[in-house]
């Protein structure tokens, strides 16, 4: 039979070995939160960067409606330029 000082010894590397155990589980719950955060982060990212393209694409469609329509007025100005100067020089 073992001694009581090895008895004591080898619940003493059981309790060590326990704690080394329990920190390491820890550790993993840990990194596995933070990874779970990360995704959910990443995802929200993805979500945001979908909707800031539907938004850019809208703003770009605009720009170009609101260019279109710059140009027309722009030929309007200027064809109502040229009947007024040409009213005038009659």
């Known amino acids: 039979m073992a001694s009581p000082q ?3 010894e ?3 590397r059981l309790d060590k070995a326990l704690e080394t155990l329990d920190d390491a589980v820890d550790r993993h719950m840990e990194v596995r939160e933070n990874y779970r955060d990360a995704e959910e ?3 929200r ?3 945001d960067r979908g909707r800031l393209a539907e938004e ?3 703003a ?3 720009a170009e409606r609101l260019e279109d329509v710059n140009k ?3 030929r309007r100005l200027v064809s109502a330029m040229e009947t007024i ?3 005038i020089d009659r």
Do not use: F, I, K, P
Request: charged content about 25%; overall charge negative.
């Open 41 to 43: 982060e990443v995802q």
């Open 10 to 12: 080898v619940l003493g």
């Open 6 to 8: 090895t008895l004591t």
């Open 72 to 74: 027309e007025v722009s």
């Open 85 to 87: 100067r040409a009213v």
């Open 45 to 47: 990212m993805n979500s």
């Open 56 to 58: 850019l694409d809208a």
């Open 60 to 62: 770009e469609s605009r």
